[in-house]
């Protein structure tokens, strides 16, 4: 793969069972992955592909599945994954990674959030929530995990206590379908199933620090380094320096709220998602609509961006917040320019819906 390849990752994936890697400037596809649950000789079995993540370098892409997490390095030639972690037992509905690419954390519909060492299989914590999960989010502090769940429950997971340390239903047991906060610790976002969202202040004085929880390192293992459990062990037990309220940046800040809106009205909100700026909300939803809204500026809607013919799955910023990729169950991705709205290109190829799409342009 080209230097000029390696800037810019854009993989989109589906029912299809397939994860397609994409050529950004020019809409030509040039990877293509078969997602297989199982294979024998038989046989094979195939499963959907609910969401997509990036590592920050670039190095490898997290699959979530039902109901596996499998991980591909993005720059091999091999077809098969290089790595699987099993322990949910329901859909995968979220996965992300810490920003050293230290662990992955995810959530599934079996109501639970793990927290997972890449060098290992087996997930390295396990947090019981009382609902399906339908999504979770890292803190920038990289120390608490955000999660929403069927039951519309918001509940704040403190890595180094090791526990729940706050939760509230922002609209009574109206399932919350997305959360996002901003890179800059000083917003949180959710949407529910009723078309609404909600915005919140986050303290931001704690922003920066750094609570690290699990695995130390992601390289392979060696006989003079620690077990996962043990790394664990030490890392909770001698913590970096910092504060009571820099371990619980959410909980000591508390939440402020800023404005309820209906997002899409009558429909089905799919995903949101701030800007890397925290200048621009992006939500997608069921009325075949993006719709941007001015962070700046109490909230207020944009523009509306259509041209998509079905649902919107999900969407996915460029580092500079000018460009906006898309996935819809009309089997296209599209590459938008967020401030005129108009679509630059369309990525064509899946045979059926696009649930999840990954961009990584970050220099």
Not at 64 to 81: E, Q
Not at 98 to 124: G, H, L
Not at 249 to 258: D, F, H, N, R, T
Not at 318 to 326: K, T
């Amino acid at each position: 793969m080209s230097g000029a390849e390696r800037s810019v990752i854009l993989c989109t994936a589906g029912y299809d069972h397939t994860i397609r890697f994409w050529e950004a400037p020019t809409g030509m596809c040039h990877r293509t992955l078969q997602y297989a649950d199982s294979v024998s000789r038989s046989n094979v079995t195939e499963t959907q592909v609910n969401r997509l993540e990036i590592t920050p370098d670039k190095q490898y892409l997290a699959v979530a599945g039902n109901p596996h997490i499998r991980l591909f390095d993005i720059h091999s030639t091999r077809p098969d994954h290089m790595g699987q972690f099993d322990g949910h037992t329901n859909n995968v509905t979220a996965v992300g990674f810490q920003k050293d690419r230290k662990w992955m954390y995810s959530s599934s519909e079996d109501a639970s959030i793990k927290v997972w060492d890449i060098r290992v299989p087996a997930a390295q914590r396990d947090y019981a929530s009382k609902a399906p999960v339908s999504c979770v989010v890292l803190h920038p502090n990289q120390g608490e995990l955000i999660s929403g769940d069927e039951e519309g429950v918001i509940r704040v997971w403190d890595l180094t206590a090791n526990q729940c340390t706050m939760e509230w239903a922002p609209e009574g047991r109206c399932a919350i379908r997305s959360l996002t906060v901003g890179s800059d610790a000083s917003v949180l976002v959710a949407v529910n199933n009723r078309g609404m969202a909600y915005s919140w202040k986050l303290n931001t004085q704690h922003a920066h620090t750094v609570v690290a929880p699990p695995p130390h390192a992601a390289s392979p293992p060696s006989a003079s380094q620690p077990s996962p459990k043990d790394a664990i062990h030490s890392t909770l037990a001698h913590p970096p320096s910092s504060t009571p309220a820099a371990a619980n940046a959410v909980k000591a800040g508390g939440l402020e709220p800023i404005v309820k809106y209906e997002a899409h009205p009558s429909s089905y909100v799919t995903k949101c998602l701030l800007s890397p700026d925290v200048k621009l909300l992006a939500t997608a939803a069921s009325d075949r609509s993006i719709r941007i809204w001015n962070c700046e500026h109490g909230y207020t809607c944009e523009r509306t961006l259509q041209g998509h013919s079905a649902w919107v799955w999900d969407v996915s910023f460029s580092a500079d917040s000018a460009y906006l990729v898309s996935g819809s169950s009309d089997k296209t991705a599209k590459l938008w320019d967020v401030k005129s709205g108009e679509i630059i290109l369309e990525y064509k190829g899946h045979g059926k819906a696009i649930t999840a799409v990954a961009l990584n342009d970050s220099s």
